[in-house]
């Protein structure tokens, strides 16, 4: 006789799942549509990222979707304190089998494009990527306190980053091999409209990013699939970054 027991569906256990970081974990990937669109309009009608970072506290799970590596757990942390001037908006992490994958998020302003009007990169950028590059200096001479004493396990310098602002439409598609050319060094610069995209994406799938994703290529394939006619494309999408 065959054991019914063995066919019992497996219990899920939140608190072995969540671990390290109950408070921060994301057990649902999930997107409500009407969240997407609640977001939208936050970005639409955002006069700097202030706003915005308000919203995505509140709402993380809109930012879990580009998080590496999440097979066993993803957490998001808003404003975590590395340091007395070392702030990341936001800190994500996925773990798998291979350990913990961190990404570090600069938010910057919707309304502040990444290139000028001459295809240069905006000072704004400079800025934003400055500070990814400063977090990363701050973790090489401090990875011990941040992975014993703050409590950021295997957090180090070796991170990837993530620069979010402007719009695609302020983005002059005669430039868009100068846009692409901007993700580099392992830091990705994306508009919120690609964030928008894998979100409205991962809202009507109502799936998990697959876990094959680490080089980001279901992103890409949402955010170029809600593109549509869109003719520029953020910088990897079509390269999965």
């Known amino acids: 006789m065959t054991d019914s027991s063995l066919f019992k569906p497996a219990v899920y256990d939140r608190e072995k799942f969540a671990a390290p970081w109950p408070n921060h974990f994301i057990d649902r990937m999930g997107v409500d ?3 997407v669109g609640q977001f939208r309009q936050a970005v639409d009608d955002a006069c700097d990222e202030r706003a915005i970072q308000v919203f995505l506290t509140q709402a993380p799970v809109l930012l879990a979707h580009q998080i590496l590596g999440g097979g066993h757990g993803r957490w998001v942390f808003a404003k975590p304190r590395l340091g007395s001037e070392v702030i990341p908006d936001f800190m994500l992490c996925g773990m798998d089998s291979d350990g913990y994958h961190w990404t570090l998020v600069e938010l910057e302003n919707p309304r502040y494009p990444a290139l000028t009007q001459s295809g240069e990169q905006s000072a704004k950028l400079t800025h934003a990527i400055g500070q990814v590059k ?12 941040a992975q ?8 180090d310098a070796e991170f990837r980053g993530i620069v979010i602002l402007g719009r695609r439409r302020d983005l002059n598609p005669d430039h868009q091999e100068h846009y692409r050319e901007l993700s580099r060094d392992n830091i990705t610069v994306m508009s919120y ?3 928008l995209a894998v979100t409205a994406g991962a809202a009507k799938a109502q799936i998990q990013p697959v876990e094959s994703s680490q080089n980001g290529e279901s992103g890409a394939r949402i955010a170029k699939a809600e593109a549509g006619s869109d003719s520029l494309s953020d910088p990897g999408e079509e390269q999965g970054g």
């Open 193 to 195: 409209d690609r964030l």
């Open 33 to 35: 549509p009407s969240l």
């Open 148 to 155: 014993n004493q703050l409590g950021f396990v295997q957090l």
């Open 134 to 145: 400063d977090w990363r200096i701050w973790l090489r001479k401090n990875c011990g306190y």
